[in-house]
């Protein structure tokens, strides 16, 4: 079974860009979550998914940052425009059913994210 | 404050030895609490996860709980250079689903 994807592994831009970036969770999992790992910070959530709908986006730092997920499959995050604090480790993660101490979120290799 | 806290390390072990990483949290209302293990240039991979006070054991790994400290420990028995990595505790309260982890903490077993 494969696991969490996420593209690109690494991406460096300039102040001002804008970038997206894609999370592909695995198969038949309609819980999809962002984290963010900024340098020398601890791992922090965005947001969750369940199927389409946004349930939870109470980390997104500012409206520079979107969401979205196409029919329930996989995700997107644009950083619109990006600013030098926008650095960082970008994970996805996805579960089965959420919510249950069994269900485990599975998280991707992360994008790093390098704003000039 | 941090609502999790963890010494980020680094941690150095000869092979072998016993291993013990251990987070504090301020949040009385954290009901679930997992460990990670996060090799470089890789993402978070779930070890354990406990729900109640106490022990619970898998293989090298025991994870320990005291809500009444607010403190958790991962115990790693015969550590193997393989165990080199970070080691992430999250904890999240009760009906939600968003993880809050500690810094983490780097490990290194010393063949």
């Known amino acids: 079974e494969a696991g969490v994807t996420q593209f690109p592994s690494h991406s460096v831009i300039e102040k001002g860009q804008t970038v997206t970036l894609r999370c592909d969770p695995i198969?038949?999992?309609?819980?999809l979550y962002w984290y963010r790992r900024v340098m020398g910070k601890e791992i922090k959530f965005l947001l969750h998914?369940?199927?389409?709908?946004?349930?939870?986006e109470s980390g997104m730092p500012n409206n520079r940052f979107l969401a979205e997920r196409t029919g329930g499959t996989y995700s997107t995050l644009k950083v619109q425009p990006a600013e030098l604090e926008d650095s960082g480790v970008y994970f996805c993660?996805?579960?089965?059913?959420?919510?249950?101490?069994?269900?485990?979120?599975?998280f991707g290799p992360g994008t790093r994210l390098t704003v000039l | 404050q941090k609502e999790v806290e963890q010494d980020p390390g680094p941690l150095s072990v000869p092979e072998g030895a016993i291993v013990s990483l251990n987070c504090t949290y301020s949040n009385s209302a954290f009901q679930y609490f997992m460990w990670y293990r996060q090799y470089s240039r890789k993402g978070p991979e779930l070890l354990m996860y406990t729900y109640s006070s106490g022990n619970k054991e898998d293989g090298r790994f025991t994870a320990q709980v005291d809500k009444s400290s607010k403190y958790i420990s991962l115990f790693i028995r015969d550590s193997q250079p393989s165990d080199s990595a970070t080691y992430l505790c999250a904890m999240t309260p009760s009906g939600t689903y968003k993880y809050i982890f500690g810094t983490g903490t780097r490990l290194k077993v010393l063949a």
């Open positions: 198969s038949g999992h309609d819980n």
């Open positions: 993660a996805s579960s089965q059913v959420g919510g249950a101490i069994t269900d485990t979120q599975y």
């Open positions: 998914f369940v199927k389409e709908s946004k349930q939870d």
